[in-house]
């Protein structure tokens, strides 16, 4: 017999604390979250193991010589095991109940030996489980009910800005320092310009902080009673502060932007983003990595990573040989990427994820993108005349082209994958989905959608075939209806689906 025991590894409040105590105050950990993982990475086991970790059993992955129907039996075998499940983990037998248990422990979560910001809330029934799947790496038979994150006052010191990788201007708040259960919250992200003046937020306002889901800190509102008079209205500078170049505003886009291809904030940014796990996902080197990287000379752009030596890697500050071999093997994978991913890297404005693969996908190589028309990237499914454009102004320019190359020399690939394309009563036809539906998830949606052959578009665009409307629709909806796409409700869909289910 053969079983694979499921959980969670924790540090309870009191354990934090006593580590904490026993920590030099530079190396002390934000929470306890951050305690437990850090103190499950150490190299060293028996650091480790002088840690106080706790774990708690809520599944069984894989077992061999035994069955059960039921959640509820998985959590009591493990029990019988010997290994710890949560005491207050409850079999609720309507939604009324569900309910009522989310909101007691909304008021009693913080009387807990550990912090929690929510309630898993599972199907206990595995054959509902199982026919009900899954989205992604989401099961859609188990949620997360999220509390709403704790809020302080604190003092808005300053509005400061900084350049993001596309040249974005990202203005920040400077925050008088202020703990939101156990983490120290100096600054946080504004996001543009809009959000600042939507806010109404004064440079010396009094401001609620709160941590979105815990951990990223977030400007709520200002605590307009507080108001002395002297604060003051925020405008966002007239020139980059890093390179002196004029701020662009481009009609009816939130952003502002510094222009300046060789501005050095968006250069480190840029190769910041190469590295990261949504693009060539270069594991070993991080945000402090590349910045040494970069004021060495080391990497003035991202082809550079590719000629890197071991002997440079051993001269930057804190590298030794396991870790410059290690930097070395990751950069070398790094080259047998998907082609979309490096796509992405390349840090093409509009190029998400999804836009990455689409056009991947319809192009095939590096050398038929290079060789397409703005006409023919626009016309392809799902793209549309801003993305389009954006991607052929950048392969047009020779420096662009020049670094293409560099890559292509290095034995970057650039190739996609061959794949088999999905042929359905749908083929041939564009989706986009905005708002929020209510009979199930986006991502659900999508993937019926895809299964029965049609594509789902990066965004509104001329060629969309069909938008897809749920509640609280945003931009999509006016920018499909001024485009003439298609526009349907939810129920339309349904409706599409239920017709063709036998297909799937």
């Given at each position: 017999e053969k079983v694979e025991v499921r959980g969670e590894i924790y540090m309870s409040t009191k354990s934090f604390e006593q580590l904490n105590e026993q920590m030099k105050d530079d190396k002390l950990f934000a929470n306890p979250r951050n305690a437990a993982a850090g103190s499950l990475r150490q190299k060293d086991a028996r650091i480790?193991?002088?840690?106080?970790?706790?774990?708690?059993?809520?599944?069984?992955?894989?077992?061999?010589?035994?069955?059960?129907?039921?959640?509820?039996?998985?959590?009591?075998?493990?029990?019988?095991?010997?290994?710890?499940?949560?005491?207050?983990?409850?079999?609720?037998?309507?939604?009324?109940?569900?309910?009522?248990?989310?909101?007691?422990?909304?008021?009693?979560?913080?009387?807990?030996?550990?912090?929690?910001?929510?309630?898993?809330?599972?199907?206990n029934d595995l054959a509902q489980q199982?026919?009900?799947?899954?989205?992604?790496?989401?099961?859609?038979?188990?949620?997360?009910?999220?509390?709403?994150?704790?809020?302080?006052?604190?003092?808005?010191?300053?509005?400061?800005?900084?350049?993001?990788?596309?040249?974005?201007?990202?203005?920040?708040?400077?925050?008088?320092?202020?703990?939101?259960?156990g983490v120290?919250?100096?600054?946080?992200?504004?996001?543009?310009?809009?959000?600042?003046?939507?806010?109404?937020?004064?440079?010396?306002?009094w401001v609620?902080?709160?941590?979105?889901?815990?951990?990223?800190?977030?400007?709520?509102?200002?605590?307009?009673?507080?108001?002395?008079?002297?604060?003051?209205?925020?405008?966002?500078?007239?020139?980059?502060?890093?390179?002196?170049?004029?701020?662009?505003?481009?009609?009816?886009?939130?952003?502002?932007?510094?222009?300046?291809?060789?501005c050095p904030a968006r250069n480190l940014e840029s190769i910041i983003h190469f590295v990261s796990r949504g693009a060539m996902d270069i594991d070993t080197i991080g945000e402090k990595m590349c910045e040494q990287l970069v004021t060495t000379g080391y990497v003035k752009s991202?082809?550079?990573?590719?000629?890197?030596?071991?002997?440079?890697?051993?001269?930057?500050?804190?590298?030794?040989?396991?870790?410059?071999?290690?930097?070395?093997?990751?950069i070398e994978a790094s080259k047998h990427r998907n082609f979309w991913r490096l796509l992405i890297g390349l840090n093409i404005r509009y190029m998400g994820e999804k836009t990455a693969q689409i056009i991947a996908s319809a192009f095939g190589n590096?050398?038929?993108?290079?060789?397409?028309?703005?006409?023919?990237?626009?016309?392809?499914?799902?793209?549309?005349?801003?993305?389009?454009?954006?991607?052929?102004?950048?392969?047009?320019?020779?420096?662009?082209?020049?670094?293409?190359?560099?890559?292509?020399q290095a034995g970057v690939n650039m190739q996609a994958e061959q794949q088999e394309e999905t042929t359905g009563p749908l083929s041939g036809q564009s989706f986009l989905l905005t708002g929020r539906l209510n009979t199930m998830t986006r991502p659900a949606a999508e993937e019926a959608i895809v299964k029965l052959g049609g594509k789902i578009a990066s965004?509104?665009?001329?060629?969309?075939?069909?938008?897809?409307?749920?509640?609280?629709?945003?931009?999509k909806l006016a920018k499909a209806q001024k485009a003439g796409v298609p526009i349907h409700d939810e129920q339309w869909l349904l409706d599409l689906l239920k017709e063709h289910e036998s297909e799937v």
């Amino acid at each position: 017999e053969k079983v694979e025991v499921r959980g969670e590894i924790y540090m309870s409040t009191k354990s934090f604390e006593q580590l904490n105590e026993q920590m030099k105050d530079d190396k002390l950990f934000a929470n306890p979250r951050n305690a437990a993982a850090g103190s499950l990475r150490q190299k060293d086991a028996r650091i480790t193991a002088t840690r106080h970790l706790d774990f708690f059993g809520y599944q069984i992955g894989y077992i061999q010589g035994m069955d059960f129907y039921l959640q509820s039996q998985a959590l009591q075998l493990i029990r019988d095991w010997g290994f710890l499940v949560n005491p207050y983990i409850q079999l609720a037998k309507s939604l009324e109940e569900v309910m009522d248990y989310c909101q007691k422990w909304e008021k009693e979560r913080f009387n807990l030996p550990y912090e929690i910001d929510g309630v898993v809330i599972k199907i206990n029934d595995l054959a509902q489980q199982q026919e009900l799947g899954t989205v992604a790496r989401d099961p859609r038979w188990s949620i997360a009910f999220k509390y709403p994150p704790t809020q302080v006052a604190t003092k808005l010191l300053d509005i400061r800005v900084n350049i993001g990788r596309t040249g974005s201007v990202n203005p920040w708040a400077a925050l008088e320092p202020v703990n939101i259960r156990g983490v120290t919250v100096s600054r946080a992200a504004l996001h543009n310009e809009g959000d600042v003046q939507r806010k109404d937020l004064r440079i010396g306002d009094w401001v609620l902080v709160q941590r979105a889901g815990e951990v990223i800190p977030q400007v709520v509102k200002p605590v307009e009673e507080r108001r002395t008079g002297q604060e003051e209205v925020y405008h966002l500078p007239e020139r980059c502060p890093l390179c002196d170049t004029p701020i662009l505003r481009i009609p009816d886009q939130a952003m502002a932007y510094c222009p300046n291809e060789e501005c050095p904030a968006r250069n480190l940014e840029s190769i910041i983003h190469f590295v990261s796990r949504g693009a060539m996902d270069i594991d070993t080197i991080g945000e402090k990595m590349c910045e040494q990287l970069v004021t060495t000379g080391y990497v003035k752009s991202v082809a550079d990573f590719y000629t890197l030596t071991r002997e440079q890697l051993l001269s930057l500050e804190g590298v030794k040989d396991r870790s410059a071999d290690k930097m070395i093997a990751a950069i070398e994978a790094s080259k047998h990427r998907n082609f979309w991913r490096l796509l992405i890297g390349l840090n093409i404005r509009y190029m998400g994820e999804k836009t990455a693969q689409i056009i991947a996908s319809a192009f095939g190589n590096i050398d038929n993108l290079l060789v397409a028309g703005e006409a023919e990237i626009v016309g392809v499914p799902g793209i549309g005349p801003i993305i389009g454009q954006s991607v052929y102004n950048w392969l047009q320019a020779e420096k662009n082209r020049a670094l293409i190359e560099r890559l292509r020399q290095a034995g970057v690939n650039m190739q996609a994958e061959q794949q088999e394309e999905t042929t359905g009563p749908l083929s041939g036809q564009s989706f986009l989905l905005t708002g929020r539906l209510n009979t199930m998830t986006r991502p659900a949606a999508e993937e019926a959608i895809v299964k029965l052959g049609g594509k789902i578009a990066s965004g509104v665009s001329k060629s969309l075939n069909h938008l897809i409307v749920g509640e609280g629709a945003g931009s999509k909806l006016a920018k499909a209806q001024k485009a003439g796409v298609p526009i349907h409700d939810e129920q339309w869909l349904l409706d599409l689906l239920k017709e063709h289910e036998s297909e799937v």
